[in-house]
């Protein structure tokens, strides 16, 4: 199993985005969808692994493509 980088909530909706995700709302937490998922991100400096994790299984993103999309 791969570790997830400790990274910010920003760099995971670039990440994101750049597989088709877009912005539904955004207020304390940023809600993304691709038509097929939508997935919560936290507004947070740095997000928690066990929580990236969620959101990576919610898109059905693999750690190692998160990794690229980075």
């Not at 997830?4 to 909706?13: F, I």
């Not at 709302?25 to 969620?54: A, C, F, N, W, Y």
Request: proline share 4%; no cysteine; net charge positive.
């Amino acid at each position: 199993m791969t570790k997830l980088p400790q990274v910010s909530h920003e760099r995971v909706v670039r990440a994101l985005k750049r597989t088709g995700f877009y912005i539904l709302r955004e207020g304390k937490h940023i809600s993304m969808t691709d038509d097929k998922h939508i997935v919560i991100i936290p507004r947070q400096h740095v997000i928690k692994s066990g929580t990236l994790k969620q959101i990576l299984d919610a898109a059905e993103i693999s750690p190692e493509q998160f990794r690229d999309l980075l």
